[in-house]
């Protein structure tokens, strides 16, 4: 539906009453209505996030000597093999 200003209105995102679409509600209502979400990842951040998990950073095993980045995978639970930092 359009509103008054002749944009396009819903009144589920018109958080605070008002009968009018701030920016902030215009914006969750884009997101949601168009899906313009950055939904994409990259190896590298899905690579960091699974290290946080584990309670690693990853600069700080890069700077690691390969026996020692090894060591901290393995105490984390996680395989060794299975990360490249090279």
Request: proline share 1%; no cysteine.
């Amino acid at each position: 539906m359009l509103g008054t200003d002749g944009r396009l209105y819903d009144s589920d995102f018109d958080f605070d009453g008002d009968g009018k679409l701030n920016a902030y509600e215009y914006s969750v209502m884009d997101d949601v209505v168009f899906g313009h979400e950055d939904t994409e990842t990259s190896e590298v951040d899905e690579l960091e996030d699974e290290l946080s998990l584990a309670g690693l950073d990853a600069t700080e095993l890069e700077y690691m000597d390969a026996d020692e980045r090894r060591e901290a995978l393995e105490d984390a639970g996680l395989d060794p093999d299975a990360y490249d930092f090279d």
